[in-house]
C-alpha cells in the first residue's frame, strides 16, 4: 500500500455503522469532510458529535446522523444518493459490510472495510495511526495486520515530533524569506537544511522561545558566511557576493 494524503474538504464521507469504530472513524474525517453516518443506533461517542471539527483551522463542515438500517440490496441506494468520495464499512454484519464494499466500488468511491486485515481489494483504504502537529502530520500503518502496533508506534512517535509544527511553519517563512530576497537555490537549500537541523533552533520552539526566529536568523548568517568564504577560498573571487 502507497501512502498519499488526501484534501476532503469540501466531500463527503459516508459511514455505515454507528458503533465505537464507526465513530472513531467519523471523528476523524470529520476534521475536513461532511460526514453522514448511517445506522438504527448510534455509540455514546456520537454525543458530541455536533461539535466535532469545530476545532480544526477551516473547520471541518459538519457530521450528519442518520437512523436507519440498510440492507445489503437498499445500501447501493444510500451510496449513490450521498455521492461520497470515500465509504467507511463500519458495522458489525460482515455480509453488509461487503455488500457496502461492493456499493462503493460500483459508485467509484474509495472503501474502508473496518473489519477486514490488509485491504487488497481495488479502490480500498486503510485508516493510518497519526500524529499529528499541524501543519506536519505522520501516518502510520502496518499494511493493515497490527493496528495494536501502528498505535503503539503513534504513542512513541508523538514525543519525538514534539515542535515540528512549529518548526514546519518557521522554515517555511525561512525559506520565503531566502527566496524574496533573491538567494540562489543551492544556497538557500543549505541555509533551510542547518535551520532544520539546529539543535539550538529545536530546542527554542519546544519551550516556546520567542527567540526561535532570530536563532533560524543567526544558524542562517553562519552558514551563508561559511558559504562565502568557501567561495572566496576556492576562486580567489567576489568578496561582495
Ligand atoms: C485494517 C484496518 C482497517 C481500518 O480500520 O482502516 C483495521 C482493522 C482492524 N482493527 C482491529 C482491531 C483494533 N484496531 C485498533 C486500533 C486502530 N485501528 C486502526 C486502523 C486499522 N484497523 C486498519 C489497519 C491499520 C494498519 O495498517 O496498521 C487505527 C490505526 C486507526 C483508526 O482506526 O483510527 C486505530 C489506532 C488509532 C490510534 O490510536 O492511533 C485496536 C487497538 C485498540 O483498540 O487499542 C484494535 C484491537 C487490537 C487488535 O486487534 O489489534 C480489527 C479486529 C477487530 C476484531 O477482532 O473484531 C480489525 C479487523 C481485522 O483485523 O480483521
Ligand atoms: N478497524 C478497526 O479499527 C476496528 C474494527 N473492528 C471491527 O469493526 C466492526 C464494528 O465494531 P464496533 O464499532 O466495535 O461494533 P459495534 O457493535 O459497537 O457497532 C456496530 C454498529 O453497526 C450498526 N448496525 C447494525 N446493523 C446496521 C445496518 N443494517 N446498517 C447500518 N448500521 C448497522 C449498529 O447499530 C452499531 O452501531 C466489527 O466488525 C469489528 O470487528 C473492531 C475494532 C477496531
Known amino acids: 500500500?502507497?501512502?498519499?494524503?488526501?484534501?476532503?474538504?469540501?466531500?463527503?464521507?459516508?459511514?455505515?455503522?454507528?458503533?465505537?469504530?464507526?465513530?472513531?472513524k467519523a471523528r476523524r474525517f470529520a476534521r475536513e469532510a461532511r460526514v453522514v453516518v448511517v445506522s438504527p443506533a448510534f455509540d455514546a461517542r456520537f454525543d458530541d458529535a455536533e461539535s466535532w471539527g469545530d476545532d480544526v483551522e477551516g473547520e471541518g463542515a459538519g457530521v450528519d446522523l442518520v437512523r436507519a438500517a440498510p440492507t445489503p440490496d437498499s445500501v447501493g441506494e444510500w451510496v449513490r444518493r450521498a455521492e461520497p468520495v470515500l465509504v467507511v464499512a463500519a458495522t458489525d454484519d460482515g455480509e453488509l459490510n461487503a455488500a457496502v464494499e461492493r456499493a462503493a466500488r460500483e459508485a467509484g468511491a474509495l472503501v474502508n472495510r473496518t473489519d477486514q486485515s490488509g485491504g487488497r481489494e481495488a479502490g480500498s483504504v486503510v485508516v493510518p495511526?497519526?500524529?499529528?502537529?499541524?501543519?506536519v502530520t505522520v501516518a502510520i500503518s502496518t499494511g493493515g495486520g497490527s493496528p495494536a502496533l501502528s498505535k503503539h508506534l503513534r504513542e512513541r512517535l508523538?514525543?519525538?515530533?514534539?515542535?515540528?509544527?512549529?518548526?514546519?511553519?518557521?522554515?517555511?517563512?525561512v525559506r520565503a524569506d531566502l527566496k524574496a530576497r533573491g538567494i540562489a537555490p543551492e544556497r538557500r537549500r543549505t541555509a533551510v537544511r542547518a535551520v532544520v537541523r539546529s539543535d539550538t533552533v529545536w530546542k527554542a520552539l519546544r519551550t516556546g522561545d520567542s527567540k526561535a526566529g532570530q536563532e533560524a536568523a543567526r544558524v542562517i548568517r553562519n552558514e551563508l558566511d561559511e558559504l562565502d568564504?568557501?567561495?572566496?577560498?576556492?576562486?580567489g573571487g567576489d568578496p561582495s557576493r
Not at 129 to 135: H, I, K, L, Q
Open 1 to 24: 500500500m502507497i501512502p498519499l494524503f488526501h484534501d476532503f474538504a469540501g466531500e463527503t464521507v459516508l459511514v455505515v455503522g454507528g458503533g465505537s469504530v464507526g465513530a472513531r
Open 129 to 135: 495511526a497519526t500524529v499529528r502537529d499541524d501543519p
Open 229 to 235: 568564504a568557501e567561495d572566496v577560498g576556492n576562486s
Open 158 to 173: 508523538e514525543d519525538e515530533l514534539a515542535g515540528a509544527g512549529a518548526m514546519a511553519t518557521l522554515s517555511a517563512e
